[in-house]
């Protein structure tokens, strides 16, 4: 089992940028990649970002440019860096991990709630 914890979600104003940050605990071991999806009222969930163990990395179409992703070298904390913020991102963000890259998340955070309004 795998453990995922988020933090850094809050209110920021358009046009400013915000850090999330997920700590992943358990068997990190069988992880390939970790990331990011996002959830707004009356919409599907959606992919935002993520990062195999290779650094290899996928955005979603609107963010790109915008947001990027980082691991840290133990494997363990996956860092989404979110710039340029509109209040169309304004939605409960969830740090999500997975065996394989191209499969469906195993494993949820509880999800944080990012809202983006002056």
């Known amino acids: 089992q795998v453990q995922l914890v988020e933090s850094g979600g809050g209110l920021v104003q358009p046009g400013g940028s915000l850090r999330l940050s997920c700590a992943a605990s358990?068997?990190?071991?069988?992880?390939?990649?970790m990331g990011w999806y996002r959830q707004a009222p009356g919409k599907e969930r959606e992919l935002v970002a993520q990062?195999?163990?290779?650094?290899?990395?996928k955005f979603g179409d609107s963010v790109k440019g915008r947001f990027t992703i980082s691991r840290n070298s133990a494997g363990n904390t996956a860092y989404l860096y979110m710039n340029s913020l509109k209040p169309e991102d304004t939605a409960v963000y969830y740090c999500?991990?997975?065996?394989?890259?191209?499969?469906?998340?195993?494993?949820w955070g509880q999800g944080t709630q990012v809202t983006v309004s002056s």
């Open positions: 990062i195999a163990s290779s650094g290899r990395t």
């Open positions: 999500a991990a997975q065996r394989n890259w191209n499969g469906f998340p195993d494993y």
């Open positions: 358990g068997s990190i071991f069988a992880i390939n990649a």
